[in-house]
């Protein structure tokens, strides 16, 4: 119940300007957020690299009406690339995209046109972008983007949501040789009419794609932070003949640090999803209600403990 309460209000304009006035501790946003900056952002890639992860950044902000807005994000992830090329991360440094973010709800030919422009500024650094995937009303226009961007950029990715009721047959599709596929389960508030209820059904939903995409002759990126889905990931790989090469994880900047490393430690690919910029609102409203821990810790900051 109280996660379906915070990502409403996770849409909410008038929750937004409330939460957003609260004089929040800086180690608040400090624990999901890298910064604000192209240069804290690049700090925090540098301290991940350290510690042998990968990443995938993301630029905060979501749905866009306005053009110039969105060509302004554009050249947000562009020049964030360009910062990030003397790294010399090469595919273990990827851009993550919200086409809502440029321009997707006002035409797809211009979200199309400025994720072409990411994605060529991400294989100048030889790596590549994976395409966040939104609310269900999205999904077809996404994939529809996807298929013309692998034309050109076969190794762009693409998160898909294993709560809705198409995933599997998505995954299906998707599973195919060089296919990098993000699984998730899912942050948006979705209707019973699309999506699975509650964490059984959403769970078993997510490792009946989980096995699909296992099976499959693409690169699955499992993005999960439950020990018991690692467990099932390493089953299925073993099953399927997988070699740690042959997937990866993916855990979100700030949450089970430990578990990232030893599983680096053990010779796996892990990727942090790390967000930056000042728009993180939504984005820290739904991390909230993933995990009931978060809002714990959000509580105690705001007392000042």
């Not at 991400?122 to 009303?137: K, P």
Request: charged share 25%; proline share 2%; glycine share 8%.
């Amino acid at each position: 119940m109280l996660g379906q309460v915070l990502l409403a209000a996770s849409r909410s304009n008038l929750v937004r300007r409330s939460v957003s006035g609260l004089p929040l501790t800086r180690k608040v946003v400090d624990r999901f957020v890298a910064g604000e900056s192209v240069e804290e952002a690049r700090a925090a890639i540098e301290r991940l690299r350290d510690a042998h992860l990968a990443v995938t950044v993301d630029h905060l902000g979501e749905e866009t009406r306005d053009a110039s807005a969105a060509a302004a994000v554009a050249k947000a992830y562009v020049t964030l690339l360009d910062a990030l090329r003397p790294l010399g991360l090469g595919r273990g440094g990827e851009a993550s995209v919200k086409l809502s973010a440029l321009g997707q709800r006002l035409d797809d030919s211009l979200a199309l046109d400025h994720a072409r422009a990411i994605c060529a500024a991400a294989d100048a650094n030889g790596s590549t972008v994976t395409l966040d995937m939104e609310d269900h009303t999205t999904v077809d226009s996404t994939l529809g983007i996807l298929r013309k961007l692998r034309e050109d950029f076969p190794a762009t990715g693409v998160a898909i949501q294993a709560y809705l009721f198409r995933s599997e047959d998505d995954c299906r599709e998707l599973a195919t040789e060089g296919s990098r596929v993000r699984l998730v389960k899912g942050a948006y508030r979705e209707p019973a009419t699309v999506a699975h209820q509650g964490k059984t059904a959403v769970d078993k939903a997510y490792v009946r794609c989980l096995r699909i995409l296992m099976e499959g002759k693409g690169y699955p990126m499992v993005a999960t932070h439950d020990d018991r889905m690692i467990s099932i990931t390493e089953l299925l790989a073993d099953r399927f003949g997988r070699s740690t090469g042959d997937y990866e994880y993916q855990m979100l900047y700030g949450i089970r640090t430990d578990r990232q490393e030893a599983l680096a430690g053990a010779g796996h690919t892990v990727r942090v999803y790390v967000p930056y910029g000042d728009d993180w609102y939504g984005y820290f409203m739904r991390r909230l209600a993933e995990r009931p821990a978060n809002v714990a810790f959000f509580l105690r900051a705001l007392g000042g403990k």
